[in-house]
Nanobody, 124 residues
Framework: VQLQASGGGLVQAGGSLRLSCAAS????????MGWFRQAPGKEREFVGH????????YYTDSVKGRFTISRDNAKNMVYLQMNSLKPEDTAVYYC??????????????????WGKGTQVTVSS
């Protein structure tokens, strides 16, 4: 399984970015996909995830109402739309394939595959 995230960049506070993740797996449509991030000097943290059908999503409190995860199973793609960005959203963002879905934050030990990160920088 390979996960390739893209779409990161530099944006001003209040702006928006859309991250994309291309997954190379034949079982994508049955896979739970998620996003993690790691800010400078901080531990990697869960951002959110989406069920295999796309019907369910869950987000960490700090991004609820601002970030939206979606997926296109026909294209093996998952997206992270980030609106109202804040400087504290600055981090490397990672696309992940998770073991299962739950309405709670996913621990890193339940991530089966990690993609290479993409840098998001939000200036004040």
């Amino acid at each position: 399984v390979q996960l390739q995230a893209s779409g990161g960049g530099l944006v001003q506070a209040g702006g928006s970015l859309r991250l994309s993740c291309a997954a190379s797996t034949r079982t994508f449509s049955r896979s739970v996909m998620g996003w993690f991030r790691q800010a400078p000097g901080k531990e990697r943290e869960f951002v959110g995830h989406i069920s295999w059908s796309g019907a369910m999503t869950y987000y960490t409190d700090s991004v609820k109402g601002r970030f939206t995860i979606s997926r296109d199973n026909a294209k093996n793609m998952v997206y992270l739309q980030m609106n109202s960005l804040k400087p504290e959203d600055t981090a490397v963002y990672y696309c992940v394939l998770e073991r299962y879905y739950g309405d709670y934050p996913m621990g890193q030990d339940l991530v089966d595959y990690w993609g290479k990160g993409t840098q998001v920088t939000v200036s004040s």
